[in-house]
C-alpha cells in the first residue's frame, strides 16, 4: 500500500487507482480528443504499402512495394504493415480494419462531429481494398507479403526495400481459419459502413465475406500450420474457433442471415464462446469482444429471445473480461501499475488498454441506453463509472501517467521521440533521395541516440513496464514500437470523450470497492 500511496500525486486528481482499491470519481481531468482523433486517423496513412492516393497527408512516405505479387502472379500491391517493419501480417491488418470498423458503425456521428469521418473511411477501404484483391478465389486467400525473417536483419525505409516480397496463402490444403475468419469479420463489419454511400462496394464485400467465412468453417486449420513463416511474428495461439465465431456474429450483424446467428448460437460451447472467461482482447484472441456483442443483442427481439439461454452465457462471460478490468472479480482480475494502468503483459501492453478501453466505452452506453449496471463479484458498476475508468486509461496514455509522458506518437509536448519504426527513423526519401542498404540502415540509422528524423503521428507505442517506466530507445522494441490495431481500438473511444468533453456525471454514488 505504500507504493501506490508514494505514486498517487501522479494520478488524475479526481480519480485515484490503487492496486488494490478502485474508487470511481466523477470525471474532471480532459484532455484534447478530437486532436487525439484525428492524429490517430493520420497514422493509418503512415503505414500505407503501395502507390499513395494523390491525397496523402503524411508527407514524408512514398510509393512502395509495388510489385508484390507479381512472382506469384497476383496483384498484391496496398494493404498496411503492421508495426515498425515492412511486412505485411494478413491477420493483424483484418483485426485493424474490423477494430476501425467497430469503432465508425458504434460512433460514427461522434466521429463524423469531429471532422473525420471521411478520413475514418479512407482508412479501412485501404484496407478493404487489399482484402478484396488478396480473395483471390472462394478457397483462396493471400494472408503474408515478405518475410519477418529477412526482413528483420535489414533496417530499411519501404520505400527501398531489397529483402523477399514473397507472398503466402491459404487454400483448401493448407487452411487458415482463423485469418479467413478475421478477414471475414473484418470484410462484413465494412460492409455495414459503406451500405449507405456505395451499395455497390458494400455487396462486394459481403460477398467476400461470405466466401471467406465458407471457407474458413469448411477447410478448418490454424493458419500458421499452413504459413509457417508467420508462426514466429503472429502465432494463432487462440487457435481458429474465436474466429469462426467472430465472423459469425459480423455477418449476422450485416447480413441479419438466421444461419449466422444459428452457428454463432449452435457452436458456443464447442468452440469456447460460452466456457472460456478470458481476461485480453487482441489480435489473435477475439472471445472478449464476441462475447460482448453477443450480450448487447437486443433480447427483446424474437430472434433472439428463443436464444436467451445461450446468449446469457455468452453475457456472463463478457462480465467477466469486464470486471477483470475494473478490478472487481473475486480471483482472475487485471494486474495493474502503480500508476493505474492496466497490465497484461510486458510486450506491447498498450495493445491490451486499448482494446479494453473500447470495450468498457461501449458497454457503458449500452448499459446506459439499457438502464443497466454491470453486476460483479465484489461490486456492482454503473455506465458513467465504466466510462470514468475507460477514460482513465486514456487519460495515461495521453499523458497522466508516472512519466508525464503520452504514449500516442505527437500528442502533448513529451511524447517517445526515437519509435521503433524503419520508416520513421530514417530520413524520408523525398529528402534523402539516395538509396539506403539493408545493413547501412542499421549502420547509419538504427543506433542513433537522436530523435527520429519524422514523427509517426498518431502512433501508439508498446508502452512503460508494470512499474510505469519507459525507456524511448530505438533498441527497446518491446515498448517502443507501434502497431496498427493499437491505434485503431482507440478510435472510437477518442471520439465518445470528445464528444463527451466538458460534461461532468453526478448521476451515479461514488462505488469504491476495496479488498
Excluded at 404 to 418: I, Q
Excluded at 451 to 465: F, K, S, Y
Aim: negative net charge; proline residues 4%; hydrophobic residues 35%.
Amino acid at each position: 500500500m505504500k507504493k501506490d500511496m508514494v505514486n498517487i500525486r501522479y494520478l488524475v486528481p479526481c480519480l485515484a487507482l490503487l492496486s488494490l482499491t478502485l474508487i470511481f470519481l466523477p470525471l474532471c481531468h480532459s484532455f484534447n480528443y478530437g486532436h487525439a482523433l484525428s492524429q490517430s486517423l493520420l497514422y493509418f496513412e503512415s503505414q500505407r504499402s503501395g502507390r499513395l492516393p494523390y491525397n496523402q497527408r503524411v508527407t514524408w512516405r512514398h510509393h512502395s512495394a509495388l510489385t508484390d505479387g507479381l512472382e506469384q502472379g497476383v496483384d498484391l500491391v496496398g494493404g498496411y504493415y503492421d508495426a515498425g517493419d515492412n511486412v505485411k501480417f494478413g491477420l493483424p491488418m483484418a483485426f485493424t480494419v474490423t477494430l476501425l470498423s467497430w469503432a465508425a458503425i458504434e460512433y460514427g456521428q461522434q466521429i463524423a462531429a469531429a471532422g473525420e469521418y471521411a478520413h475514418t473511411l479512407e482508412a479501412i477501404k485501404w484496407g478493404t481494398d487489399y482484402f478484396i484483391k488478396a480473395h483471390t478465389e472462394p478457397n483462396v486467400l493471400w494472408v503474408q507479403v515478405g518475410d519477418g525473417y529477412t526482413d528483420h536483419y535489414c533496417w530499411q525505409r519501404p520505400e527501398d526495400m531489397t529483402t523477399s516480397r514473397r507472398a503466402y496463402k491459404v487454400d483448401a490444403e493448407n487452411p487458415g481459419s482463423d485469418v479467413a475468419g478475421e478477414t471475414a469479420a473484418a470484410l462484413a463489419a465494412a460492409s455495414m459502413l459503406f451500405r449507405r454511400t456505395n451499395p455497390h462496394y458494400s455487396q462486394l464485400l459481403l460477398h467476400h465475406a461470405e466466401q471467406l467465412f465458407e471457407f474458413g468453417d469448411k477447410y478448418k486449420g490454424k493458419y500458421d500450420e499452413s504459413v509457417g513463416v508467420a508462426k514466429g511474428y503472429y502465432a494463432s495461439v487462440s487457435g481458429y474457433m474465436d474466429e469462426l465465431l467472430w465472423a459469425a456474429i459480423w455477418l449476422y450483424k450485416a447480413t441479419q442471415k438466421d444461419q449466422y446467428l444459428n452457428y454463432f448460437v449452435d457452436k458456443a460451447h464447442d468452440f469456447g464462446g460460452t466456457t472460456w472467461a478470458i481476461n485480453e482482447f487482441s489480435w489473435d484472441v477475439k472471445y472478449a469482444g464476441l462475447q460482448a456483442i453477443a450480450s448487447m443483442l437486443p433480447m427483446e427481439e424474437k430472434n433472439h429471445k428463443k436464444h436467451e439461454v445461450i446468449l446469457k452465457e455468452y453475457g456472463s462471460k463478457a462480465d467477466h473480461y469486464l470486471c477483470a478490468c475494473l478490478n472487481l472479480n473475486n480471483v482472475s482480475n487485471v494486474e495493474r501499475t502503480p500508476g493505474g494502468l492496466l497490465y497484461t503483459r510486458e510486450w506491447n501492453n498498450m495493445q491490451y488498454v486499448a482494446t479494453a478501453s473500447f470495450l468498457l466505452t461501449l458497454y457503458s452506453d449500452h448499459l446506459q441506453a439499457t438502464h443497466q449496471k454491470l453486476q460483479c463479484h465484489r461490486g456492482e458498476v454503473g455506465p458513467h463509472q465504466m466510462f470514468a475508468f475507460a477514460k482513465s486509461q486514456v487519460d495515461y496514455i495521453l499523458g497522466s501517467n508516472p512519466m508525464a509522458m503520452s504514449y500516442l506518437v505527437g500528442y502533448g509536448p513529451n511524447f517517445p521521440k526515437r519509435v521503433h519504426h524503419r520508416g520513421a527513423s530514417i530520413e524520408s526519401s523525398k529528402e534523402n533521395k539516395g538509396f539506403i542498404g539493408c545493413v547501412q540502415g542499421y549502420d547509419t540509422w538504427y543506433g542513433r541516440v537522436q530523435p527520429n528524423p519524422n514523427v509517426l503521428i498518431g502512433a501508439l507505442v508498446g508502452g512503460p513496464d508494470r512499474k510505469d517506466q519507459f525507456k524511448d530507445e530505438r533498441q527497446n522494441y518491446i515498448q517502443t514500437e507501434p502497431c496498427t490495431y493499437n491505434t485503431a481500438a482507440l478510435v472510437g473511444v477518442f471520439a465518445r470523450l470528445h464528444q463527451s468533453h466538458g460534461h461532468i456525471y453526478h448521476t451515479e454514488t461514488p462505488l469504491i470497492a476495496s479488498t
